[in-house]
Structures are given as C-alpha cells and as structure tokens.
Nanobody, 117 residues
Framework: QVQLVESGGGLVQPGGSLRLSCTASGIAFSYYTMGWYRQAPGKQRELVAAISSSGITNYADSVKGRFTISRDNAKITVYLQMNSLNVEDTAVYYC???????????WGQGTQVTVSS
C-alpha cells in the first residue's frame, strides 16, 4: 500500500519560514519524481516544485528564490523549505510521487499552510 505522509504545515507570519516533509512508503522512492503542489481556495491545484530521481529541480516562477525542494532517498523523504512566505502562499500543500510518465502517480493527503499576520 502506497502512502505519502506530509507534515510541517501550520500558521506563519508574512516573511516567515516553514519546512514541509513528505515521507513515502510502498514505492521504490529513488525512482520517482517527487513534487509539491498547492491548492488555494477557489483555485486549481498548481505545481510548486519538483525534483527528479537524478536531483534535477524545477520551480514555479512565483516561488523561485524563496522555496527549495530536496530529497533524502535514504530517509524516503522529500522536503520543501519555504522562506519569505507571503499571504499568496496560503494553500493546502500536497506531496506527489510520479514515475513512468504518470503511470504510477500518488498523492498525499495534504497539509495546510496559512500565512497571516
């Protein structure tokens, strides 16, 4: 059974930082491209950042220079370090694991990030 379990969300003031974690089980983690997506109320889910099995990263323009995605294959965990948060970053953040062009595609349950003063 595949599980992606996110943690690290919460309430933070503008300008603050949070680190999200997603720990996987039931998959050959090192083969998967891991991604973080987010969905704000009334908006579509969007890609925030992704990291390939070889460590290549890509980011949404809105988070470049502020967010950093990383992975630790030994800990079967992907991280999202979020700095300089602003209210527009408020959303539910979802972890995604994808392999073979989406033939294997799994989602976590989501973690809420709220940026507010």
């Amino acid at each position: 059974q595949v599980q992606l379990v996110e943690s690290g969300g919460g309430l933070v003031q503008p300008g603050g930082s949070l680190r999200l974690s997603c720990t996987a089980s039931g998959i050959a983690f090192s083969y998967y491209t891991m991604g973080w997506y987010r969905q704000a109320p009334g908006k579509q889910r969007e890609l925030v950042a992704a990291i390939s099995s070889s460590g290549i990263t890509n980011y949404a323009d809105s988070v470049k220079g502020r967010f950093t995605i990383s992975r630790d294959n030994a800990k079967i965990t992907v991280y999202l370090q979020m700095n300089s948060l602003n209210v527009e970053d408020t959303a539910v953040y979802y972890c995604n694991a994808r392999w073979l062009g989406g033939r294997h595609d799994y989602w976590g349950q989501g973690t809420q990030v709220t940026v507010s003063s």
